[in-house]
């Protein structure tokens, strides 16, 4: 790719480019390709000066495979074409960002004659007036509206237009906060959910399957999604069954069955099964909208602290009125009495609850902690108990194959071959684990065995040279299937087990042709992370697997866990978050796998690892998007300290608004300084849901 390095720094690197040289999609092509070579803080394509920027984490190394990327890249369509990234806004976002409120004011405060300023101060009031009628006639209700237009009158028929002033600008001021917050939060979301680009299985017109790029799907392709996979198009079920899970899009937890002649949408995930889809919208676009969705969706899951202070605001309204009454009953002295309406209670209540829960959400994605709603978050905060899958999420999300044993008539390199032939088909760690060595080891092959099935939670049936194949766990290969061990192969699975590896059983025809040990290392700091969630209130911790109880029992002691539960089947482990979640105050359950969404979707939060199953990461009320399990401390702290924080800023708000109420009612204050105070708190409490709940010098981890 052609262009001028301007700057080439440490950790930051920008090209300008020739004209014409990247269009929107060649930019997400090139951007999925430098995630991959370095660890990319951030990335962005500057479309009228043509400059690319990087910002990723420095070594030599880095920066020297990063340049030869960049020389070496060619984009695929290098030819004029209007920019059509798509934004959040660009794609329908309702509220773009007012301006901002403190220039205009200075301006018409300082530079305006007194007869101007009276002029706009009485039509900026008009708006608020017209809207506190409307809907105290139109809905009967004596709300906020209500009470900013009666405080913007009382101002104006008072003639004190620098009081009405002040309090028009604290109005547009708390509204632009709010707006600013929720733009930066919901950008946040938008930038963590949209990714880099995936790769789908296409059938090609021989009917053979081909793995290419998301982008260079054309419609009327066919796309072959199977049991774990992500469905990357709306589009026509052509071929297969599937249960097809929805949540992302309808919210309903159950799957639904999907076959020939069945309509499907991007974003929503096949739970069992393999289905061929007919495109019929394709590309980013659809990919999108469906995330736009979603994060509309999150905007609704408000936490119930945050719907109780919307519905507390409003109820305090009513007595600013009665208060108002009998104020002008009491003193006759309308001037008094309408300093009530100058403070209220409602205002700030209103602003600073969702923007502290905004602003912890933002603050957890700059984390990598996707939190998807408000309510997840008081959840977070609430719950008492805590629940890890082992395989892959308390363990490496790259498990690392450890030995192949063969038996007659097969020998090492046939059986590996096979077994990484059918693994490949499927997104799981410990099959990407088998299809790495392969690779390692330069062991080719071909497409020998017919269409492949997944058995959601046992492992993988398909025919091969005639032959039935099975690979998977000892409880889909022995007690489903009755394929019988020796002794001296049961005597190896011991021994495979008791060194902590997990066991992958192969037979064909009937007969055990291969055991694969899969050696699961832990991820980094998962003791550590035990510990410190113990310490921030969580009573128990709980490890849940599938592994036969000697290997359970010794991993929970090695990885600091007081209960476990082990030879769980995905339905057991359902059963048991099921009680659970019957019996305690919240739980959490943490998995990554296809066979922990049952669980991840009862209980009260689940949470998926980033580099998970997509149904898991789909089921999933909250994410670890660097797959790291230290995440889940930075969640708790987050929930918990938002909380806290809402809880004072009521009290606050309360105490301020009743001593400021105080001074008014006995002429200490005047209407101009109590509006510019009250106003000034609201601003004040709207600006403190916004400072950081963890300081960047503040460990996660002791």
């Not at 028009?168 to 963590?192: D, H, I, N, Q």
């Not at 021989?206 to 709306?234: A, C, F, M, T």
């Not at 980013?284 to 994060?295: D, G, P, V």
């Not at 603050?363 to 805590?386: F, P, S, T």
Request: with cysteine; charged share 20%.
């Amino acid at each position: 790719m052609e262009g001028w390095l301007l700057t080439n720094l440490r950790g930051r690197l920008r090209v300008r480019l020739t004209s014409n040289a990247l269009d929107a999609e060649g930019f997400e092509r090139l951007t999925g390709r430098i995630m991959k070579a370095v660890t990319v803080k951030y990335c962005a394509f500057n479309r009228l000066s043509k400059s690319l920027l990087v910002v990723y984490d420095y070594s030599e190394k880095a920066q020297s495979d990063l340049l030869s990327l960049l020389q070496n890249y060619q984009p695929l369509t290098p030819r004029p074409a209007p920019w059509a990234g798509v934004t959040i806004f660009e794609a329908g976002e309702e509220t773009p960002l007012p301006p901002n409120p403190v220039y205009g004011y200075l301006f018409r405060r300082f530079f305006l004659p007194w007869p101007v300023r009276t002029a706009l101060t009485i039509l900026h009031a008009v708006p608020y007036i017209l809207k506190g009628l409307h809907t105290l006639i139109a809905r009967h209700s004596l709300s906020v509206e209500v009470l900013d237009g009666s405080a913007v009158s009382v101002c104006l028929l008072r003639r004190d237009f620098n009081s009405a002033g002040t309090l028009l600008f604290f109005f547009s001021l708390s509204t632009y906060l709010e707006a600013w917050t929720r733009r930066r939060s919901l950008m946040g979301l938008f930038k963590s959910l949209a990714g880099p680009e995936e790769k789908v299985w296409i059938i090609d017109e021989n009917g053979q399957e081909k793995e290419i790029l998301e982008s260079l799907v054309k419609e009327g392709q066919s796309i072959l999604v199977r049991s774990g996979g992500l469905i990357p198009v709306d589009g026509v079920v052509v071929d297969g069954l599937a249960m097809v899970n929805q949540a992302s899009m309808t919210g309903e937890p159950l799957p639904v069955k999907r076959e020939v002649g069945g309509s499907v949408f991007a974003g929503t995930a096949v739970e069992e099964g393999r289905i061929v889809i007919k495109a019929t919208k394709i590309g980013r676009n659809s990919r999108i909208r469906s995330i736009i969705e979603y994060i509309r969706e999150s905007e609704s899951s408000k936490a119930g602290v945050q719907g109780r202070a919307e519905r507390l605001a409003d109820s305090i309204v009513p007595f600013n009125f009665l208060l108002f009454a009998l104020v002008f009953l009491i003193t006759r002295d309308p001037y008094r009495a309408g300093n009530v309406l100058l403070v209220d209670y409602s205002c700030a209540i209103r602003l600073s609850t969702p923007i502290a829960v905004l602003s912890a959400m933002r603050e957890g994605n700059d984390r990598k902690v996707l939190i998807k709603g408000g309510r997840y978050l008081e959840e977070l905060a609430q719950a008492n108990v805590i629940c890890f899958d082992k395989t892959g999420t308390l363990t490496e999300a790259k498990p690392r194959l450890k030995s192949v044993v063969p038996y007659p008539p097969y020998n090492r390199e046939e059986a590996f071959r096979l077994a990484a032939c059918l693994e490949e088909h499927f997104p799981h760690p410990v099959g990407r684990a088998v299809v790495a060595q392969a690779r390692l080891e330069g062991l080719g092959h071909e497409e020998e065995h017919t269409h492949v099935d997944y058995v959601l939670a046992h492992g993988i049936s398909s025919t091969w040279r005639g032959l039935k194949v099975l690979l998977g766990s000892r409880h889909f290969l022995l007690e489903d299937s009755g394929i019988r061990l020796t002794p001296e192969q049961e005597a190896e699975t011991e021994k495979m087990t008791e060194d902590g590896s997990s066991v992958i059983y192969m037979a064909v025809d009937g007969k055990l042709a291969a055991l694969l040990a899969i050696e699961d290392r832990l991820r980094p700091g998962v003791p550590q992370t035990i510990k410190r969630l113990r310490e921030l209130g969580l009573e128990r911790a709980i490890m849940l697997t599938g592994d036969v109880e000697p290997s359970a029992r010794a991993m929970a002691q090695k990885m600091g866990f007081a209960e476990y539960k082990s030879e769980l089947l995905p339905d057991h482990k359902a059963g048991y978050l099921k009680q659970l979640v019957q019996t305690n105050d919240g739980v959490i359950m943490v998995g990554d796998g296809l066979n922990d969404s049952a669980a991840l979707s009862l209980a009260n939060v689940g949470v998926a690892l980033s580099d998970g199953s997509e149904l898991a990461k789909d089921v999933a009320n909250v994410q670890l998007l660097g797959g790291r399990i230290e995440g889940l401390v930075a969640a708790r702290l987050l929930s918990q300290r938002a909380m806290a924080r809402m809880k004072a800023n009521y009290f606050f708000i309360v105490s301020f608004n009743t001593a400021l109420l105080g001074l008014g009612l006995f002429g200490i204050a005047g209407p101009s300084l109590t509006t510019a105070l009250h106003n000034a708190m609201t601003v004040y409490v709207a600006y403190r849901g916004t400072r950081p709940y963890i300081h960047s010098h503040e460990a996660i981890l002791d």
